[in-house]
């Protein structure tokens, strides 16, 4: 086989679960060009494996199906409509030549190039996301509710906004209910408020969530016992690691009675840190509204002799909105994130890079993100008692203020014997965490969140439960929630990433070791990440 000709066709993938299905591949020339399913599993493995996502009718009794209202509209293609077959690759980047595994002769003699596969967390497709021409439940009778829990982001009103827009216009579901103050609020059914397309028609021009949040509160017995009650059949979730868990929760109940309702969960986290998928709504906006809080640290440096501007902006375990604002500001000098433990002195620490910086370019700017340097901290004794809010999560220690208190009696010194007026380190500080997290969405995500919000809709009007919508590869696709529970997007820093244009670019030390390891086999995101 000519392995320089060699081409891989993405087609679409079979679901049926009585078979096992694998790709093959071939060289263009002289065999004909082919890619062969094969029902086999003696004669060849397994390369995609589909992720499951659960659908109603796995447990609930004389389940019907009706036809999708868009499928009725005039002059629409049938290729608008998501196949039963169609899915998501999860990884796009191989290495053609170690993914050949077995050749197998089909039945007129051409020799074919079979492919084996990775199961679990490596599993490497997911069901595509949107409409189905058939879906199981009727509009007409169905009553949807949608929740916002933990805390705020960029986005969240226009995921409420497009959850209502799309039930209503798209499938003509009209008793529509938001809960407010997140998962409490299912306790209080005489608090929910009624949605329209009236009263949301303007949410995505306005910061926060008009249902308001909170964290904790959780009790899934009593949510599930307040959706049958309340004749809830579509319950849309939308917040970040607990509270998807806490769907989860819902929707695993739900299966345990038997009974005809669907959770779908809008995964929400400005800090990015959903595993397996692209990136989630309203980091994109994060990261442009530090990007401005840099700018703003950069023009106070450049105003005086020796200026030191230091953002601390968010990320408590991934750093994701550090890295891309440094990245996309670009005037960032130092980038400091969880994922990465640095040192202050010393050769190779951050105190000689600012200090050759500061020498050069009379000014310096750093990005910190709010979880870096927790065990720095710790070692030198600054760190507090450990407290944890409703949500489960770690108090972190103050990072920004403690790293000005550190930098700059070492960096005074040394810059006063090298200055002929004797001049310090004029310091500037600036922390625009809560400026990040409250704005309005930008066009990005405006849009992002539609996509989102919509494929969620039409996957749980389709029967699925238990699942997030999300970009892999940038397709939307459902991840079964079970794939991203108790699992963290981390800044990649092992493989070729957007980490190592960080420390390329501005020059800063890698803090690498010799201990880090190369997993040619990780799954990364388009956002420079991977899953732990």
């Excluded at 700017?365 to 901290?377: C, R, T």
């Excluded at 600054?382 to 489960?392: I, L, N």
């Excluded at 810059?415 to 310091?427: N, P, Q, V, Y």
Aim: aromatic share 6%.
């Amino acid at each position: 086989m000519a392995k320089n000709r060699l081409f891989l066709q993405f087609l679409s993938l079979s679901l049926l679960p009585t078979a096992v299905y694998s790709w093959a591949f071939t060289s263009l020339h002289p065999r004909r060009t082919s890619l062969i399913a094969l029902s086999s599993v003696s004669k060849s493995s397994e390369l995609w494996n589909v992720e499951k996502v659960d659908h109603i009718s796995e447990w609930t009794t004389n389940h019907e199906s009706y036809p999708n209202p868009l499928s009725l509209k005039d002059k629409i293609p049938s290729s608008w409509f998501v196949g039963v077959d169609d899915a998501v690759a999860m990884n796009v980047k191989i290495d053609a030549h170690e993914t050949i595994d077995v050749s197998d002769d089909d039945e007129d003699g051409d020799e074919h190039t079979t492919v084996g596969h990775r199961g679990g967390i490596n599993a490497e497709a997911f069901i595509l996301a949107g409409p189905r021409a058939e879906i199981s439940f009727d509009p007409s009778t169905s009553k949807a509710a949608i929740v916002t829990c933990g805390g705020l982001c960029p986005g969240l009103n226009s995921v409420v906004r497009e959850v209502v827009m799309c039930l209503s216009r798209q499938y003509g579901v009209k008793d529509i209910v938001g809960i407010p103050k997140g998962y409490r609020g299912f306790l209080y059914p005489e608090e929910w408020k009624s949605l329209d397309e009236g009263g949301v028609q303007n949410l995505h021009n306005q910061g926060g969530s008009m249902l308001g949040s909170s964290r904790g509160g959780h009790d899934t017995g009593a949510i599930v016992d307040s959706l049958v009650n309340e004749g809830i059949n579509l319950l849309f979730v939308s917040g970040g690691d607990g509270t998807v868990r806490g769907a989860s929760k819902i929707a695993e109940e739900v299966k345990r009675r038997g009974l005809a309702i669907s959770v779908a969960c809008i995964p929400k986290t400005i800090d990015n840190d959903i595993p397996l998928i692209d990136r989630t709504f309203g980091f994109e906006t994060a990261c442009e509204a530090a990007c401005e809080a840099i700018k703003v640290a950069n023009t106070e440096a450049a105003g005086f002799p020796f200026g030191l501007g230091v953002v601390k902006v968010m990320g408590r375990n991934s750093g994701f909105i550090a890295m891309h604002s440094s990245l996309g500001s670009c005037v960032a000098d130092l980038c400091l994130v969880p994922e990465v433990d640095f040192y202050l002195d010393g050769k190779g620490g951050i105190v000689d890079h600012l200090y050759e910086r500061l020498l050069v370019n009379d000014k310096a700017v750093v990005v910190v993100a709010e979880g870096a340097g927790q065990k720095l901290m710790a070692e030198l004794g600054a760190a507090g008692e450990e407290v944890k809010d409703a949500s489960g999560n770690v108090l972190l220690d103050d990072v920004g203020p403690w790293l000005c208190k550190q930098l700059k009696p070492r960096l005074d010194e040394r810059l006063e014997e090298a200055s002929i007026h004797g001049d310090k380190l004029t310091l500037k500080y600036v922390d625009p965490s809560y400026m990040v997290r409250g704005v309005p969405p930008n066009t990005a995500d405006n849009l992002y969140c539609l996509q989102l919000a919509h494929n969620a809709v039409h996957g749980a009007m389709a029967g699925l439960s238990n699942f997030i919508v999300g970009s892999v590869n940038t397709k939307e696709c459902y991840v079964p929630i079970s794939m991203v529970a108790n699992k963290r997007n981390v800044i990649d820093t092992s493989h070729q990433s957007l980490w190592e244009m960080v420390v390329f670019s501005t020059g800063q030390p890698s803090f690498q070791t010799n201990d880090d390891k190369d997993d040619k086999d990780a799954i990364t995101t388009a956002s420079g990440g991977t899953t732990i």
